[in-house]
Antibody
Framework: EVQLVESGGGLVQPGRSLRLTCAAS????????MHWVRQPPGKGLEWVSG????????HYADSVEGRFTISRDNAKNTLYLQMNSLRAEDTALYYC??????????????WGQGTLVTVSS | DIQMTQSPSTLSASVGDRVTITCRAS??????LAWYQQKPGKAPNLLIY???SLESGVPSRFSGSGSGTEFTLTISSLQPDDFATYYC?????????FGPGTKVDFK
């Protein structure tokens, strides 16, 4: 059974940093692209960032480009999101999501339950 | 960037109704479109990929159609478990985009 378990969320002051972690199990992690998607409270879904199976291809939404860094450790079956210079508008539930394939042109077939990031002074 | 719109934003329906949700892309995305269902407090669930392919385990009352810039999600006979919010997503480019969502609630 595929499992994605996010952690690392919490309350943080504007301008500070936070690192999210997604522990994956139940599938061959290094064969799939992985993504982060966020959802502000009561609002819709926003794709944040994605990384190819090898880590060679990485992309970010304009809203986080230059502030967030996605990475993966295939030996540990773990996905990361380093979030710097956090803003109030980054407040959201952050989901880790698995692509259906190793191609970038793949939707997301499994999601974690999310970790809540709240940016407030 | 490709923008996605959905209509309606809210849809009131009854059990047994045929329901159709429309998603439009600001430029052609071929058939690189997915539909997700999300219930309150839960993560999204993939229903349809590549515009019309049904994800494994998803009931056959769900169907998708369209290509280019206009797509539809149809629920042939709405069931109690289907009251939820539905999102379309384009994955045609390196920057994915979701639609704003359509909430299906009780009439």
């Amino acid at each position: 059974e595929v499992q994605l378990v996010e952690s690392g969320g919490g309350l943080v002051q504007p301008g500070r940093s936070l690192r999210l972690t997604c522990a994956a199990s139940g599938f061959t992690f290094d064969e799939y692209a992985m993504h982060w998607v966020r959802q502000p409270p009561g609002k819709g879904l926003e794709w944040v960032s994605g990384i190819s199976w090898s880590g060679a291809s990485i992309h970010y939404a304009d809203s986080v480009e230059g502030r967030f860094t996605i990475s993966r450790d295939n030996a540990k079956n773990t996905l990361y999101l380093q979030m710097n210079s956090l803003r109030a508008e980054d407040t959201a539930l952050y989901y880790c999501a698995k692509a259906t394939g190793n191609s970038w042109l793949s939707p997301f077939d499994h999601w974690g339950q999310g970790t809540l990031v709240t940016v407030s002074s | 960037d490709i923008q996605m719109t959905q209509s309606p934003s809210t849809l009131s329906a009854s059990v047994g109704d045929r329901v159709t949700i429309t998603c439009r892309a600001s430029q052609s995305i071929s058939r690189w479109l997915a539909w997700y269902q999300q219930k309150p407090g839960k993560a999204p669930n993939l229903l349809i990929y590549q515009a019309s392919s049904l994800e494994s385990g998803v009931p056959s009352r769900f169907s998708g159609s369209g290509s280019g810039t206009e797509f539809t999600l149809t629920i042939s006979s709405l069931q109690p478990d289907d009251f939820a919010t539905y999102y379309c997503q384009q994955y045609n480019t390196y920057l994915f985009t979701f639609g704003p969502g359509t909430k299906v609630d009780f009439k």
